[in-house]
């Protein structure tokens, strides 16, 4: 089931359904990144590169090296502060274009079914807000296990793989439930959404392609509901 999920979502991705969520997805997705980028440069400018302009020049000529691999040090860490934001990123792009995608994949492949209703846009910005914040967190909990062989990969995986399918498998049930019926049904079938957010975090690992992970993560996570909400109803 999470692999038929998986395959049909990817197979959609490009296809004219999906392409105006996929250019508005990308396109914010690539500017809260820039903007962070610049944010994070004019953070450094203002408030390491004073101190580093009085340091200087009490150095040594030879040392001059310093202003570099410093330079070179904060380039290195405003491109990782961008990778741990590219969760929480995705989370808040698909809070605002889940019901673009959702609508899609509902019209294409389940065109016999009646059509969910769209998340209203305040309560949706709320929630991608707060799991926003959450990501942020749990992300920074694994980035302080870097030194540790291993073990920080392993938690980005489950921590993103726990967050990610909650966050975007509960989007995809409130189209057809309230937010309490969806936590219950997603409480209900945790190991099978769990384990589909292994495939969103997969994706979200691979360079330039997580930018598409809005896309693929709200596609996915509709028709896994489906695949739920088909199997109880036969039940």
Do not use: C
Request: glycine share 6%.
């Amino acid at each position: 089931m999470i692999f038929d999920a998986a395959r049909a979502a990817a197979s959609q991705l490009f296809t004219p359904a999906f392409r105006g969520a996929f250019f508005k997805s990308l396109g914010l997705t690539l500017l809260l990144l820039a903007g962070l980028w610049i944010a994070f440069k004019e953070l450094f400018e203002v408030f390491a590169m004073p101190w580093l302009d009085a340091l200087l020049p009490g150095l040594p000529a030879w040392a001059g090296w310093l202003g570099v691999l410093a330079a070179v040090t904060a380039g290195i860490g405003l491109a990782l502060a961008l990778a741990l934001l590219i969760a929480p990123i995705t989370a808040v792009v698909a809070g605002l274009f889940l019901d673009d995608v959702a609508e899609a994949v509902e019209t294409v492949s389940y065109p016999q079914d009646p059509p969910g209703e769209a998340v209203p846009l305040v309560p949706a910005i709320w929630m991608s807000l707060k799991f926003f914040g959450v990501v942020v967190l749990a992300n920074l909990a694994a980035l302080l296990l870097l030194l540790v062989p291993g073990v920080n990969l392993v938690i980005f995986f489950v921590v993103n793989a726990y967050l990610l399918g909650r966050e975007f498998f509960e989007f995809a049930a409130m189209r057809f439930r309230s937010e309490a019926e969806a936590k219950a049904l997603r409480r209900h079938h945790a190991g099978t959404i769990f384990l589909a957010g292994f495939l969103i975090a997969a994706f979200l690992a691979v360079p330039l392609l997580n930018l598409l992970t809005p896309l693929f993560a709200a596609a996915m996570m509709v028709h896994l509901h489906k695949m739920i909400s088909a199997r109880q109803s036969t039940a």
